[in-house]
């Protein structure tokens, strides 16, 4: 079972930027780069819902549409952190934004059931 912590989360206007750090630890049986990140969102109200994903070496990124050409994610292997890079936010963006591991060996897990291991989850608000 693989710890994650997200951090980087908090309260923005319109336009604005953030920058989500995601840290893997307890890898007692496997490593980092044996898993495909992902990250995922929470609206109150609403489903959690697949967001973006990165494979185990980050040479394959996907997003939802909604966030295609705003988000970015990027993963340092060495580090075990992966991170959510989101510009031009809109308050529809509004969200806890989970971190997100699975151990699947095809490409690309967009459904909940299909990570093993999620963190505990971090605020992001968009102001209007």
């Known amino acids: 079972q693989v710890q994650l912590a997200e951090s980087g989360g908090g309260l923005v206007q319109a336009g604005g930027s953030l920058r989500l750090s995601c840290y893997a630890s307890?890898?007692?049986?496997?490593?980092?780069?044996?898993?495909?990140m992902g990250w995922f969102r929470q609206a109150p109200g609403k489903e959690r819902e697949f967001v973006a994903a990165?494979?185990?070496?980050?040479?394959?990124?996907d997003f939802v549409d909604s966030v295609r050409g705003r988000f970015a994610i990027s993963r340092d292997n060495v580090k075990n952190t992966v991170w959510l890079h989101m510009d031009s936010l809109i308050p529809g963006d509004t969200a806890v934004y989970y971190c997100a591991a699975t151990k699947l060996n095809s490409w690309v897990p967009r459904q909940v059931s299909e990570y093993e291991d999620w963190g505990q989850g971090t605020q992001v608000t968009v102001s209007s």
């Open positions: 307890a890898l007692t049986f496997s490593t980092f780069d044996e898993h495909i």
């Open positions: 990165i494979s185990w070496h980050g040479g394959s990124t």
